[in-house]
C-alpha cells in the first residue's frame, strides 16, 4: 500500500508543479498548499491532520549546506510515540514529494522514538513530518528548508565506481543507556547511488536512469524495529540513524530491496557492548 502511495505522489507532485508553471510565470507563497492537498490526499483521503506541537518534532537546517544531503531528525516523546504506528515524511516541491514512510514495529520500543536520515531538496520548500497514531489519527509538523538543486546534483562517486560497492551494508548498534532497553541507538549505512533520475552522466550527458533503495526493513532480536517504503529524495548512500527497543548484544538484521528489484542484506557484529 505504502509503495501505491510513493508512486502516486510522484504523479500527483508532479502535476501540481506543472500545472502551476503553465499557470504563472513565477511561483507563490501558497503554491505549495497547493501541492500539499493533492498529495495528503493520496496519502489519507479526506483524513483531519492535526497540529503536531509537542507530539512531532522535526528539526530541519533553514538553509542547507548542501541540498543532496539535508539531514533531518524526528523525535517523537515517549508518551507519544509509543501509540504511533508510521511516520512519513513529505517534501512539498520535490519531484516525488514523499520521501518515505515507515511502518514501526514492536522493536521500535516505548522511549522517545528518534529517527534521522538525509534527504534531497529540489526546491526552497515545506518538509513535513506525519505521525499516525494506532487509532488512525494525523499529526504533522512542518518546517521551510531553503534548498535548491539537490535532486539533479551530481553523483558523489563515478557510476563504474559506485556499481563496485553497491549494497554494502554497515549496521551498528551501541548502549545508549545499559539499564533503559527501550533506549538504545543504532545506525543503518547503504552503499547505493540512488539515482533520481534527474541526474546527467558528465560524460555522455545522458540522463542516468532512475536507480533507488525502496524498501528497508530492521529487524533484531527477531522483531521488527521498522520497515520503509522510500523514492527517490533519499540521498546518495541511504543512511538512518535510529532508537529501538533491545540489546545491542543481539545481531541487527537489515534487508534492503532497489528499484530494479535487487536485494541486499547486512547485519550488525554480535555481542557488542
Same mark, same amino acid.
Given at each position: 500500500m505504502q509503495s501505491k502511495f510513493i508512486r502516486a505522489s510522484v504523479v500527483a507532485g508532479a502535476a501540481a508543479i506543472l500545472g502551476l508553471m503553465s499557470a504563472q510565470p513565477s511561483a507563490r507563497a501558497d503554491d505549495t498548499a497547493v501541492i500539499w492537498d493533492s498529495v495528503r490526499t493520496d496519502l489519507f483521503g479526506t483524513r483531519d491532520v492535526a497540529d503536531g506541537a509537542g507530539k512531532v518534532m522535526l528539526e530541519a537546517p533553514y538553509r542547507a549546506e548542501d541540498a543532496s544531503t539535508v539531514p533531518l531528525t524526528v523525535r517523537l516523546?515517549?508518551?507519544? &510515540?509509543? /501509540?504511533?504506528?508510521?511516520l512519513t515524511l513529505v517534501i512539498d516541491k520535490n519531484p516525488s514529494p514523499v520521501v518515505a514512510s515507515f511502518a514501526y514495529g514492536d522493536a521500535a520500543g516505548t522511549g522517545e522514538r528518534?529517527?534521522?536520515?538525509?534527504?534531497?531538496?529540489?526546491?526552497?520548500?515545506?518538509?513535513?513530518?506525519?505521525?499516525?497514531?494506532n487509532d488512525g489519527k494525523l499529526f504533522m509538523t512542518m518546517k521551510f528548508v531553503k534548498a535548491s538543486g539537490g535532486c539533479s546534483a551530481p553523483?558523489?562517486?563515478? =557510476?563504474?565506481?559506485?556499481?563496485?560497492?553497491?549494497?554494502?551494508?554497515?549496521?551498528?548498534?551501541?548502549?545508549?543507556? =545499559?539499564? /533503559?532497553?527501550?533506549?538504545?541507538?543504532?545506525?543503518?549505512?547503504?552503499?547505493?547511488p540512488n539515482s533520481s533520475g534527474m541526474q546527467m552522466d558528465q560524460l555522455t550527458g545522458l540522463y542516468i536512469p532512475t536507480h533507488f533503495v525502496d524498501k528497508v526493513a530492521v529487524k533484531t532480536g527477531g522483531k521488527t524495529v521498522f520497515t520503509m517504503t522510500g523514492g527517490i529524495s533519499i540521498s546518495e548512500n541511504p543512511n538512518f540513524r535510529f532508537t529501538y527497543q533491545g540489546s =545491542? &548484544?543481539?545481531?541487527?538484521?537489515v534487508e534492503a530491496e532497489d528499484s530494479k528489484g535487487n536485494v541486499f542484506k547486512g547485519n550488525s557484529a554480535p555481542n557488542q557492548s
Open positions: 516523546p515517549a508518551e507519544f &510515540a509509543k /501509540d504511533v504506528k508510521s528518534v529517527l534521522a536520515t538525509r534527504v534531497r531538496i529540489d526546491q526552497y520548500s515545506n518538509v513535513r513530518a506525519i505521525a499516525e497514531t553523483a558523489g562517486k563515478d =557510476p563504474e565506481e559506485a556499481a563496485k560497492t553497491m549494497g554494502k551494508m554497515k549496521v551498528m548498534t551501541a548502549f545508549k543507556d =545499559p539499564e /533503559d532497553a527501550k533506549a538504545q541507538e543504532a545506525q543503518v549505512m547503504i552503499r547505493h =545491542p &548484544a543481539d545481531v541487527m538484521s
